[in-house]
């Protein structure tokens, strides 16, 4: 059974600062692994989604990259912004044709980025 | 190109009542997942659909629940008696194709009273 971690659960720096945020996941055999933001109240945003054969991927000031073997991905944000303060999930796919094509979500970090 | 639409947006139900939840795919998207957010944890999935068949719904409670996608109009989830451990956001996703990026909705918040 699929299980994916992150950490930390919150993070809280000062704006401007560069961060990395973890996922990890128990079984490599993934299709792909999408990162979403979460503002409290509303819907997902899906921010980048690498492939299983990709390494790493880049939308502005945010690089996500992929460890398959390993079972790692990390988001980099760059110059962080109190407007990058979200919940940030981590979400697999499973890479097994009977899987259907359900995400595994993360529980989250809780990022704030203060003034 | 409107996004995926979840309606209503808040529904509170009191204990034995059904609740109906509606999703609306993106334009053009004929695969419709459902998850659930319960508080303080994350997301699960529930069920897969695509048009007038049900794909994978491992995920779904073997009672009360279920879902269609029927051929014409939105994805339905149906809880019938609810209790209150059925307070959660309940998120819809689409894609245009079977293994396709997932749009998510912005989700119902049902509250059950």
């Known amino acids: 059974k699929q299980e994916v971690t992150q950490i930390p659960a919150a993070l809280s720096v000062p704006e401007g600062e560069n961060l990395v945020l973890n996922c990890s996941f128990t079984?490599?055999?993934?299709?792909?692994l999408q990162w979403f933001r979460q503002d409290p109240g509303k819907g997902l945003t899906s921010l980048l989604l690498i492939q299983s054969s990709q390494r790493e991927q880049t939308s502005g000031r945010l690089n996500a990259s992929l460890d398959k073997s390993s079972g790692r991905s990390t988001l980099y944000i760059a110059a962080s912004q109190p407007g990058d303060s979200a919940t940030y999930l981590c979400a697999v796919r499973p890479g097994w044709e009977t899987s259907g094509s359900r995400l595994t979500f993360g529980e989250g970090t809780q990022l704030t980025v203060n003034p | 190109n409107a996004g995926v639409m979840q309606n209503p947006r808040h529904l509170v139900r009191r204990r034995g009542q059904e609740a109906r939840l509606r999703c609306s795919p993106m334009k053009g998207h004929s695969h419709v997942y459902w998850y659930r957010q319960l508080p303080e944890e994350g997301l699960k999935f529930m069920v897969y659909?695509?048009?007038?068949?049900?794909?994978?719904e491992s995920g779904m409670p073997k009672e009360r629940f279920s879902a269609e996608f029927p051929k014409e109009g939105p994805s339905i989830l149906r809880i019938q008696q609810v209790v209150r451990g059925d307070s959660a956001a309940y998120f819809c996703?689409?894609?245009?194709?079977?293994?396709?990026?997932?749009?998510f909705g912005p989700g119902t918040r049902l509250t059950v009273t």
């Open positions: 079984d490599s055999a993934i299709y792909n």
């Open positions: 996703a689409s894609s245009p194709i079977r293994d396709g990026e997932q749009y």
């Open positions: 659909l695509q048009k007038e068949n049900i794909i994978d």
